[in-house]
């Protein structure tokens, strides 16, 4: 059986071959061409590679690269810093035989988080390995809406993106952007368990209802932490630009806290104030979640 971290590896290194095309490397692009990408014998040349063997990693078999052949791909499929961490990653692992047993306990998010998500001022949630929806304030509310109205199994950040009623056809400047990062948030998730069922039941979802999601899915990108902008647009207060960032929790891997916040004195701090104000009048006497 191959082993699932061989796959993933060979799926990534696939992936960032058809990324680069021969100008790119200082070859020439030669006569007709029926790979958009390198060829798997032009980066076995760049790597220093047979191309028997460097083909054997792309299906997955039973190759073990050291790390200096890992460098040497690393280099000649020009990877950022996050995409080499990767890629060592997934090497290492797939040198070690594969898990009878893993430790996929569900995720608990602590009391002193819970805490931490009440006394905050600006909207916060709480995600799990595989964005799954944990805990959020009730700014996040006034924000995103209420989870609480929807399934708990519907409750994941990548099935809520996708959902064309939720998005109203994704209309939003910043969707795409906005779904890479989520998605490369979970392929960080995938390298750590392949065969996580969560993962698994979330990509094998998507990827039969989302043409979308197939396309992003299959550019293999990767983000262990992320942070950035997003544009809201609001019925009660109009648009406003918060910026937001992960903090992973204490602990095993899994849980992050996802924290947007605005620039201080500013319009969108005003009218964040305003949003979460009037959240709060329409929800007096509710139960926090």
């Known amino acids: ?6 796959r993933e590896l060979g799926d990534f290194l696939r992936a960032r071959r058809d990324r680069l095309h021969p100008d790119d490397v200082g070859l020439e692009p030669g006569g007709r061409r029926r790979v958009a990408g390198l060829r798997r014998e032009e980066l076995a040349l760049l790597a220093g590679l047979s191309t028997g063997y460097y083909q054997r990693m792309e299906q997955g078999r039973d190759v073990r690269p050291s790390d200096d052949v890992l460098d040497a791909l690393a280099t000649a499929l020009a990877l950022d810093d996050e995409e080499r961490r990767h890629l060592f990653t997934l090497a290492h692992a797939a040198r070690r035989p594969a898990r009878a ?4 306990a569900p995720e608990v998010v602590p009391d002193s988080t819970r805490r931490l998500l009440r006394v905050l001022h600006t909207p916060a949630v709480v995600l799990g390995r595989h964005l799954d929806l944990l805990a959020w304030n009730r700014q ?6 209420d989870p609480g109205d ?3 199994d519907r ?8 959902d064309d009623e939720l998005t109203r056809g994704r209309t939003c400047a910043d969707w795409e952007r906005q779904a890479l990062d989520y998605i490369g948030m979970m392929r960080a998730a995938v390298a750590a368990d392949p065969t996580h069922p969560r993962a ?4 094998g ?7 979308e999601f197939r396309r992003l899915w299959a550019r293999h990108d990767v983000r262990a932490s992320v942070s950035g902008t997003k544009t809201f647009h609001s019925p009660a207060v109009g648009d406003l630009t918060l910026e937001w960032s992960t903090y992973p929790l204490p602990g095993r891997p899994g849980p992050f806290l996802l924290v947007f916040t605005a620039e201080p004195d500013s319009a969108d701090a005003d009218r964040l104030h305003l949003l979460g104000s009037l959240h709060a009048t329409r929800t007096t006497g509710r139960d926090r979640p």
Do not use: C, K, Q
């Open 200 to 203: 698994t039941a979330i990509v």
């Open 155 to 162: 409750l994941n950040m990548l099935l809520l993106l996708f």
């Open 1 to 6: 059986m191959t082993h699932p971290y061989a």
């Open 205 to 211: 979802e998507l990827s039969i209802r989302s043409a």
């Open 140 to 145: 996040a509310e006034a924000l995103l809406g």
């Open 101 to 104: 047993r893993v430790d996929r």
């Open 150 to 152: 929807l399934p708990p």
